[in-house]
């Protein structure tokens, strides 16, 4: 048993007890997850992640890790870019959700320049320099160790490659952070017994939102796992936030 502490939300656990109720959450909300997401931002998730994609530089003929690929969303705009010479390699630790990504592009007809690996963020199991670019939505807040997964991206990329992270970040108006947090708080949950069965687990990933690193302070950490040319994008007034950075 590892002695060392994090964060579940706002309960402090042991780093192994993180990975595993992190794991039953996912595993949880798999199946309804992305119908939770268009309820809980009014379907601006998707205008999120087109904005993500379309402003990621990747071309045709890249090869793209997707981190936290889950339900397949983002690998679906990417291989939109990358045509039939790429390859989008989804990557997640929870089975559950690369099941339900994998089932949902198989449904779609998308097969060819698609690969599925379940993995930990924190220990790629790929060589150095492997890929052109590397994506990661809405999955990083829920990574134990953030600086060593972002140096184990750094390793993979190819130079000149880009990182580009989508997050929840820190809504910047002051007087929208009631309104903001009413709905994590008090809403959130409420929809996630309704649609999903299951209050406590959006009850942790709002948690988990305030628990991430703001603007500045994710920055920051790129900048420390080696990455150049960091940037942050806010979208929706700092509800989420891109940050991008690539290795030179």
Not at 64 to 81: F, S
Request: aromatic share 8%; charged share 25%.
């Amino acid at each position: 048993m590892n002695d060392k502490t994090t964060h579940f939300g706002f309960r402090d656990v042991t780093v192994d007890e993180k990975k595993k109720l992190v794991g039953e959450v996912f595993s949880s909300v798999a199946a309804k997850y992305d119908v939770m997401n268009d309820l809980m931002s009014l379907g601006v998730h998707r205008l999120w992640k087109r904005y993500f994609v379309g402003t990621s530089g990747v071309k045709r003929g890249d090869r793209v890790l997707d981190l936290a690929g889950g339900t397949g969303d983002i690998a679906k705009l990417l291989l939109e870019r990358v045509g039939e010479t790429g390859e989008i390699v989804i990557g997640d630790i929870n089975k559950e959700m690369l099941s339900v990504g994998r089932d949902r592009l198989i449904d779609l007809g998308l097969l060819k320049g698609l690969s599925y690996v379940q993995l930990n963020a924190e220990a790629l199991p790929f060589p150095d320099n492997s890929f052109d670019a590397i994506t990661m939505a809405f999955g990083l807040r829920n990574v134990t160790d953030k600086l060593a997964a972002l140096k184990s991206m750094r390793r993979i990329l190819k130079t000149g490659g880009k990182l580009m992270v989508l997050e929840f970040s820190e809504v910047q108006a002051e007087w929208f952070r009631p309104i903001y947090d009413f709905h994590s708080f008090k809403i959130l949950p409420r929809l996630g017994e309704l649609i999903a069965g299951d209050a406590h687990s959006y009850q942790y990933l709002a948690e988990s939102i305030r628990k991430h690193p703001n603007q500045a302070g994710l920055k920051a950490l790129l900048e420390e796992a080696g990455f150049e040319q960091c940037a942050v994008h806010n979208l929706s007034g700092g509800i989420v936030a891109i940050h991008s950075g690539y290795k030179i």
